[in-house]
């Protein structure tokens, strides 16, 4: 009897979508989660054991594929394990769902730094014959790191319990501590069950349905995931929680670390490669039984998952935009099932993927309908932008906005102000011909930025110069478009010289720990605005804040995307709760041309159903999520004849594929995409959509095997993508 290996190669190609079998040398003992070193052709590549199997010298030829003597041996062998074989099934699910390379999958579960070193291992065997794996550096630690590390932390670790049940008991009460510094811990304090403003989560311990935590803004659900964790951890288990950005949630992070403190292991982008490594393996050796982070720390490696909490699920961020084009959410239900653990999606404007979830039952909803202490919900007013321009006013403030302000400022209270789009005017137009500045690798317009007084293209992000004169027709009569943040900096500046003022955009926030220095910065001022893109409307909770103005709701709702209404709900929605939360009057002003929008309409009263009944009828006759399921396949190249070929021909095999027949999909395309031309790639698509049972990965991976293409065409399988652009 001999051994082999199955072995995943560490190539990303969806060719390569099954194990390989290695024979085992005497010399090379690997174990499941190993890395190793093989040959694969006429190469020498890195893979991943993830299975061992007896192989019998005695079995019939023609009942297995080859003898083991003819299989190429293991090379060598990089000790781990860097995952389990659980982790190993999720990456195959996710593979197969998702339409991914399966290694490519399966790096999910490993953090940048340890990848970099494995590859500088097998470069180290390659020139000397040796698998070494290099010294790791000495950890640094990031500003941010370091501001959450000063943060008061739990002198003592939460030991394990007995029970496996778990039962949060929330009071809505979270005492306001009067501190500006945006890193608190309000620790609320259990109350009797009797008080009507209680709230219960009681988690079975088999069958675990997912929960959905549907809270308004400010009604405490942090504090519920906080008692969760707590209770998972008291019971020996382990736990994750996924917030959308963690550099736009400094104070989420703060309070999970002041209540557990070195309990915690935090995963997000802004650490450096060691670091990541670092608290990578302070959760897979259990050191930590806690891991915090946006979207990747899905995939930490803690032992006994108990607990799963996805914090503002809605939030889009949670899908990743490159392969594998995963949704943490429905990673996170597959995770769970594995280790029967439990699911919290928790929100103020829930999907309405979650909510149809609710609706069949394969969930379980609980509200929390109030604030703390029963503060009222901020008052919505909407401003009609059409009528401000017919009575003379050109201004990007209302007049209603402007009095608002100025009451703030007296008071000396804080506002935020929204405006989801960068820059300073959103393109440029010559007057006599028209002519308006374009990328020339992408096929969107160009944004001006005034400070730095040039040309920006927000999707490839290369910069031009602004011309003096029309390049069409030579004009010097260029006009500014559209307004930015940076045009609303401008005007706030004529209207309120000398009140303070923070802008958070993609420009300001470019460099390491900017996010947490700007939030800090408004945290500490004792009055002014917050201005800025989306990111201001996540997350935030500044007890000063009193107003919250909507420059132009517009911008969100007016997309090519069937979730545009939902979409800008849930933005208008979230950002207006910030205002009014501790204690003082909210009030949210929504400038809009569109005041009869069924969003608009739904935060002004703070009641989902008026956009999400008529968002249910048109998603149902038109057959999109959460009725059906929804595939892109994205083409692109650099030659548009080319391009366009191949997705007539993946159309042909598409509409050939038996599996897609047998789940009555129906076929959209090839078009080109809404955005047709991005980083000089000229991109068109086909459409899929099928019932919510249907896994149209599968299907579409079996197409594009039928079909033999050129480097310089690329595919992208989109399942469930978070937009048809």
Known sequence: MSKTAQVVISLATRALDAPFTYAIPQNVQPNVGDAVIVELGNQTVLGFVVDLNDSRQDDKEEDRPGKVAQLKPLLARIPGPYFTAQSYELAVWIARYYAAPLSESLKLFLPTGLTTRLKKALSNYVSTGEAKMPARRPRKTTAFTAELNDVHRKPERLTAGQSDALTVIIKHEVPNNGHHNIIQDPS????????????????EKSPRKPIILDGVTGSGKTEVYLQAIEAVRQAGKT???LVPEISLTPQTVGRIQSRFGDDVA???SGLSDGERYTQWENARTGKCGVVVGARSALFAPLPSLGLVIIDEEHDTSYKQNNSPRYHAREVATKLCELNNAQLVLGSATPSMEVLHAAETGAYKLVRLPERVNAQPLPAVTLVDLKREFA???KSMFSRKLLKALRQVQNRGEKAILLLNRRGFANFLLCRECGYV???EACSVSLTYHAPQNHLRCHQCNCIQPVPAKCPKCTSPYLRQFGGGVQRV?????????GWSLVRMDADTTSAKGAHAALLEEFANNSTGVLLGTQMVAKGHDFPEVTLVGVINADVTLNLPDFRANERGYQLLEQVAGRAGRAGLTGEAIIQTYSPENPACRAVEAHDSDILLSGERMMRKAFGYPPYAVLCNVIISGNAEPKVKKFSERLTEALRASKELRSMQAILMGPAPCALSKKARLFRYHVMIKAGTEASLGPAVQTALKRLSKTSDIKVAVDVNPADTF
């Not at 609320?188 to 988690?203: M, P, Q, W, Y």
């Not at 900096?489 to 010289?497: A, D, L």
């Open 188 to 203: 609320t304090t259990l109350g009797n069950a009797e008080d009507k403003h209680f709230s219960r989560i009681e988690v």
């Open 239 to 241: 736990a994750i929680l």
């Open 266 to 268: 935090v995963l997000h």
């Open 391 to 393: 009575d003379g006013n």
């Open 437 to 439: 500045p374009g990328c």
């Open 489 to 497: 900096e401008q005007e706030f500046r004529e209207h309120f010289p």
